[in-house]
Nanobody, 115 residues
């Protein structure tokens, strides 16, 4: 069974940094593209960044230059390094993959950016 578990969310001040982690199990991690999504209160879930099995990264315009997605295929962990955080980055962050034709999501980790 595929399982994704996020961690690393916290409350930080504007300009701060955080690193989110997503530990995967139940799949051959290195063969799958992975993504980070976020959902702010009252808003739809949106794609933040994705990374293919070959390491090709894509980013939402709103986080380009501030966030970096990466993966550790040996330990089956997906990361999201977030710098220069802004109040608009406040959201629940989720990792996701597609396996056997369906999406799998983690439970999310909360990021709050405020002074």
């Amino acid at each position: 069974q595929v399982r994704l578990v996020e961690s690393g969310g916290d409350s930080v001040q504007p300009g701060g940094s955080l690193r989110l982690s997503c530990k995967a199990s139940g799949l051959n991690f290195k063969l799958f593209s992975m993504g980070w999504f976020r959902q702010a209160p009252g808003k739809q879930r949106e794609l933040v960044a994705s990374i293919t099995k070959d390491g090709t990264q894509t980013y939402a315009e709103s986080v380009k230059g501030r966030f970096t997605i990466s993966r550790d295929n040996i330990h089956r962990v997906l990361y999201l390094q977030m710098t220069d955080l802004k109040p608009k980055d406040t959201a629940d962050y989720f990792c996701r993959t597609n396996y056997s034709g369906r999406p799998y999501w983690g439970q999310g980790t909360q990021v709050t950016v405020s002074a």
